[in-house]
């Protein structure tokens, strides 16, 4: 069994309790973040803690040290594997010739260029040896089950962790597209483009297609995902005697997503709404503050908010559902009408903070911050707000 990703703790827990008797080797690849109570009652499964959203050493060792493992499969075995969001940078085995450094390049530069993680992991998939299906290739002819979590809107098999079990729609093209409309391609390492460029030429293996047979021994289940969180979000606000009011998926610039949703919430007029939504907004970064998407967002809402909210009673969470969003200890962050005010008596800017993306170090100032630590799980982004209460 492998467990890898933000959720794989838990996850390799329950099949550990489920069927720990049957289970003749496991490894769980947890994030370097993660509490050491999830690694440690764990008891037939090896911990590997590995790195995000940034790829390093430990992602490749997690990596080799499962495809090791895997290697023991034979054909009237079955591999499980446990995938959930965040495996992408914390299972990485670089293709064949090119160095872990210059992947860790092109994934630094694509995020920092506002990349979706569609787009995202096009790329990471066609720069892999285990990725876009390639794992499967490592199970000796075994049965696989994959178990996945999604963190990805439209629960693309392909987009999900990379695509560790699934077969890709994407090809190296794509790739190489994708570098190019993020302005990456011309200064990516020369290691990445010639690589890329000998694999459209036919010159490498390519990642598993749908049609290839290797498929008919693998079974996808998605067990989790943004609308799961939603539904019960819903049931939550109605318990509390909220009206729950469903919004559109986030997408797009997380400044966007903010000032849309900051828009939205002013135009309600019903008593006790709780407004809610999912999805991954994107951060093209140009400043060198500290944050990450759900916080970017707040604080967009803030300053709509406090342009066009006037008194009105709006205080709305954006947060990632892992606990952990960018490369900070916060999940997310509350906007509210009065959130820039409460910069301003602090000393900080909110419109300076939006421009550096310096979110985290407005909202630890103005205060705001949500911090739950690593929560477990990872179904995306959500949004939740509550109206007139």
Known sequence: MLAVGKAAAPMAREIERRIGDKVADAIAVIPKAATTEQALILKKVRVLASSHPVPDESSEAAAHAACEMLHGAAADDLVIVALSGGASAMFTWPAEGIALADKMAVNQALLKAGASIRELNVVRKHLS???????????GGARVLGLILSDVPGNDLATIGSGLTACDWSSFGDAVAVMKLRNVWGRAPEAVRAYLERAMAGETDATVKCNDPILERVTNVIIGDGEVALEGAERAAAAL???????????????????????????????????????EPVVTVRGGGRGGRAQQCALAAAIELSEIGGVRRITALFAGTDGIDGPTDAAGAFASPGTVADGDRAG?????????????????????????????????DILVAVVNY
Do not use: Q
């Open 129 to 139: 040896a285990v990725k876009g299906g390639r794992l499967i290739r490592h199970c």
């Open 241 to 279: 005697g909220y009206h729950p009011d469903r919004y559109n998926e986030m997408r797009g610039e997380a400044n966007d997503v903010g000032v849309a949703i900051a828009k939205s919430l002013c135009e309600v007029t019903r008593e006790r709404v709780c407004a809610m939504a999912s999805g």
């Open 348 to 380: 900080v800017s909110a419109a300076t903070a939006l421009i550096r993306n310096d979110s985290y170090n407005f909202f630890k100032a103005a205060g705001g911050l949500f911090v739950t630590g690593p929560t477990g799980t990872n179904v995306s």
